[in-house]
């Protein structure tokens, strides 16, 4: 085999017109997008970051603007470069890129044409800009250095301070098609966009946005909502403790959570702790790098099924960001595999967080003890019938005994108990729960007040009928499912009945 000379070369460049279209194609979604170039604002130390989406027709525009450090013409050149930084490079601490593709290959996803103004201190900003028609009919890589008018007057009328950075998408041809006319339909496309880009960002940066330095993160003049995946606020989520892994010298901190169940949540806090893809798609690990959000709910191919009594679980992991390789982060920052060595760990903790989620929903068919003053009475029972799982009715809950031990009525009440146990369509409810969040509502799930209290006031007539004094029957009211979540209501019913 001859040997090879290392001085014998050709220098073959990619076709540009081609490399082009090609990085259009890395999958990046809208919010995705934004995302990214809500990391290089970041980066940069802005402290104020604004997202504006424009209709206009096939004329419509999106831009991100921070006040952060701004860029120098020479520094602004080398970040429109594509593959303007070296994954194996070292970066500092705080940096939320890796490969110096994110601004190009996000941008070019959405738009065909790219213009990044930026100033230092307040004046001219320099201004360069990526058009991919140009590059396709030229097949060169001709960076445009002159600002357009129109991008011009956009920096005065949406940029007051006259600093840091601005990143334009025109020609958006994957929101607005332009072979199409565009009419009320497309336009509320348009804006329906930057909805769920609002509500993306409050995931990936909510620890931006809760923060200490707290930063003001806006779309179209809205400030965004951080979600917290963990509900760290509601006192019933359960903190399974803190723990630290470490790999090749390296810590990476774990926090494991168990989310109430629906009946500790009110409607609202059901729904926003569900997150924008539901509960069940939410469960698992929560990857973080630099407190950014990479990965929100996934069990990272440890070979655990998204089951509905593990959706509560839910655990934050954070990475350093010199662990990228380790993890497999894509250019999307969007996806993340640990290392194998780390998998048994990972798989000790995901157990451990997925039996406390599992407990929290078998205690949701069954009376369990309470830590103050009594049970909580569950109308429910899961048992076992010739090694098969069925469902009955308490016999012990306060109503149903009750109504059972009431003279002459105790046979039918059985037998109506009976027949609505034998037929529980579980068929249907499990179908109904296949595939995505369950769409079961909650108990009382939008009733009113007094849809409620008028059934309570139905219970309490039948407990007093069998013989107990208002303050007992309130004080079962209280312990019985799911009247344990609307105490204002016990109160103010039997506030009313005493003299």
């Known amino acids: 085999m001859p040997e090879m000379h290392l001085n014998d070369f050709e220098i073959v460049e990619p076709r540009a017109s081609a490399l082009v279209e090609s990085l259009r194609a890395f999958g990046y979604s809208p919010q995705t997008a934004i995302a990214d170039l809500i990391d290089n604002s970041v980066s940069a130390n802005s402290s104020i970051i604004d997202v504006h989406f424009r209709w206009d027709g096939h004329d419509s525009w999106i831009a991100v603007l921070d006040n952060g450090d701004g860029m120098s013409e020479e520094v602004l050149r080398e970040a429109m470069r594509a593959g303007s930084a070296n994954p194996l490079d070292t970066r500092d601490k705080q940096d939320l890129g890796r490969f110096g593709l994110g601004l190009k290959t996000a941008s070019f996803s959405q738009c065909r044409r790219l213009t990044v103004m930026s100033a230092v201190e307040m004046g001219r900003p320099a201004a360069r800009t990526w058009d991919l028609d140009l590059i396709g009919s030229t097949g060169q890589w001709r960076l445009l250095t002159e600002d357009r008018p129109e991008d011009a007057r956009l920096w005065e009328e949406i940029n007051p301070v006259g600093k840091g950075t601005m990143v334009i998408w025109r ?7 332009p072979k199409t006319s565009v009419n009320e339909l497309a336009e509320r496309h348009f804006y329906a966009a930057a909805d769920r880009v609002a509500q993306h960002l409050g995931m990936i940066f909510h620890r931006f946005l809760r923060g200490p330095k707290r930063l003001s993160l806006r779309v179209n003049g809205r400030p965004l909502r951080p979600w917290d995946p963990f509900l760290e606020d509601s006192h019933a989520t359960q903190a399974l403790g803190d723990e630290a892994l470490t790999y090749r010298g390296r810590s990476i901190g774990v926090r494991s959570f ?8 009110s409607q609202g806090e059901y729904a926003a702790a569900g997150g924008p893809r539901g ?25 655990f099924a998204r089951d509905e009594p593990t959706k509560l679980a839910r655990i934050q992991l954070d990475l350093p960001n010199n662990m990228d390789q380790d993890w497999q982060l894509d250019v999307r920052k969007s996806v993340a595999r640990p290392p194998a060595v780390l998998a048994p760990q990972l798989r000790r903790i995901a157990e451990v967080a997925r039996r ?22 569950y109308t429910w029972e899961q048992t076992i019938r010739s090694g098969k799982i069925a469902y009955r009715i308490n016999r012990q809950h306060p109503v149903v005994d009750a109504l059972l031990h009431r003279p002459g ?61 208002p303050n007992e029957v309130a004080k079962r009211l209280s312990y019985m499912e799911p009247f344990c979540n609307y105490a204002e209501l016990i109160v103010k019913m039997f506030n009313k009945e005493t003299p």
């Open 171 to 177: 020609h958006l041809d994957r929101l607005v098609d």
């Open 258 to 265: 168990v989310l109430p169940h629906v009946t500790r949540l």
């Open 279 to 303: 509960w069940a798609a939410h469960q698992g690990f929560y990857v973080y790098r630099n407190h950014r959000l990479i990965v929100a709910g996934d069990w990272l191919g440890l070979g």
């Open 356 to 377: 406390g989620s599992a407990q929290v929903y078998r205690h949701r068919g069954k009376v369990i003890e309470r830590s103050t003053d009594g049970d909580v009475a």
């Open 409 to 469: 009525d105790g046979p039918l009440v059985e037998a109506l108990l009976r027949l609505v146990e034998e037929t529980v369509p579980v068929p249907l409810i499990v179908l109904d729960h296949v595939g995505g969040e369950s769409r079961l509502a909650a108990p009382f799930e939008a009733a009113e007040p007094a849809a409620i209290s008028k059934v309570m006031q139905g219970l309490a007539k039948a407990l007093q009928d069998n013989g107990l004094e």
